[in-house]
């Protein structure tokens, strides 16, 4: 089953304490992106990649670091959480950047205090 | 400005009313035009995407794209109460993609 999964689901974390929020896609896709959701403000992409060690600024950048060493994977890092990275984010593949089918994760609930 | 504006709602209608989405934005370099649909914060779902300008009709939606006055629409018909969600829109180009901040419907039996 084509799928992209992200891991925590749920995470409750204190400020300053570094975590990973990894994304896995099984489709070979080569581009894949990270989002957060806020309330009123829909989805605002944090970074993406068009491939391996290719990854590229989306519009909220800050705070936020990815990597991208094997296709499959994108892992999503906070080095040093704040309260305003509380957010429900996702994580999204797509074979290429034109109109394809962008398949997003059932994405990860994060709660920094 | 933002890049692509969304009213958020809500929008409430009757079951088989017409429902329409609409999105404006202000980029022209966008190349194509989508519209999600999203259940109670769940991921996500393509419902249509289209890169010209035109009408392109999926069942009982229908999605409408105006370059020159960089419009975007969505039309539902004979909207059925599985159908309340959110709608976002969505626009790429290259590597970005831009959402609008979502429509919530929700359609009354």
């Known amino acids: 089953e084509a799928q992209v999964t992200q891991n925590p689901r749920y995470l409750i974390t204190v400020t300053g304490k570094k975590l990973t929020v990894t994304c896995s896609q099984n489709?070979?896709?080569?581009?894949m992106s990270w989002y957060r959701q806020d309330p009123g403000l829909g989805l605002r992409q944090i970074y993406y990649?068009?491939?391996?060690?290719?990854?590229d600024k989306g519009d909220v950048p800050e705070g936020y670091k990815v990597s991208r060493k094997e296709k499959r994977n994108f892992p999503l890092i906070l080095e040093s959480p704040s309260p305003n990275q509380t957010s429900l984010y996702f994580c999204a593949s797509s074979p290429g950047t034109s109109g394809n089918t962008i398949y997003f994760g059932e994405g990860s609930w994060l709660t920094v205090v | 400005q933002k890049e692509v504006e969304q009213d958020p709602g809500p929008l409430s209608v009757p079951e088989g009313a017409i429902v329409s989405l609409n999105c404006t934005y202000s980029?022209?370099?966008?190349?194509?035009f989508m519209w999600y649909r999203q259940y109670s914060r769940k991921g996500p779902e393509l419902l249509m995407y289209t890169y010209s300008s035109g009408n392109k009709e999926d069942g009982r939606f229908t999605a409408q794209v105006d370059k020159s006055s960089k419009y975007i629409s969505l039309f539902i018909r004979d909207s059925q109460p599985s159908d309340s969600a959110t709608y976002l829109c969505a626009m790429r180009q290259g590597g970005k993609l831009i959402f609008g901040q979502g429509t919530e419907l929700s359609v009354k039996p």
């Open positions: 990649s068009m491939n391996v060690e290719v990854t």
């Open positions: 980029n022209s370099a966008f190349q194509y």
């Open positions: 489709m070979n896709h080569e581009y």
